[in-house]
Nanobody
Framework: QVQLVESGGGLVQAGGSLRLSCAAS????????MGWYRQAPGKQRELVAV???????NYADSVKGRFTISRDNAKNTVYLQMNSLKPEDTAVYYC?????????WGQGTQVTVSS
């Protein structure tokens, strides 16, 4: 099992930036990919960005060109740099670690973008 702790959420004005961090511990050797998901009120949880153990990244169309996922293997940490934030980016952001076929989740961090 992998334990995940997110940080970096908060309140920002539209057009601003935030960087989320996700520190992993536990069975990190088993992780195949890590990703960021978000869930807005009344909506389903959706994929935002993912990075595989090989470094391949993938993004939701809605965040391409604005968000960047990266990782620091020495710190067992994955980051989500969010630029040009929009009010529709407001959501609880969750970090996930895939150790196929299992997925572990963090507790989530709130991101609120004001217009």
């Amino acid at each position: 099992q992998v334990q995940l702790v997110e940080s970096g959420g908060g309140l920002v004005q539209a057009g601003g930036s935030l960087r989320l961090s996700c520190a992993a511990s536990g069975s990190i050797f088993s992780i195949n990919a890590m990703g960021w998901y978000r869930q807005a009120p009344g909506k389903q949880r959706e994929l935002v960005a993912v990075i595989t153990s090989g470094g391949t990244t993938n993004y939701a169309d809605s965040v391409k060109g604005r968000f960047t996922i990266s990782r620091d293997n020495a710190k067992n940490t994955v980051y989500l740099q969010m630029n040009s934030l929009k009010p529709e980016d407001t959501a609880v952001y969750y970090c996930a670690a895939d150790s196929y076929p299992l997925r572990d989740w963090g507790q989530g961090t709130q991101v609120t973008v004001s217009s």
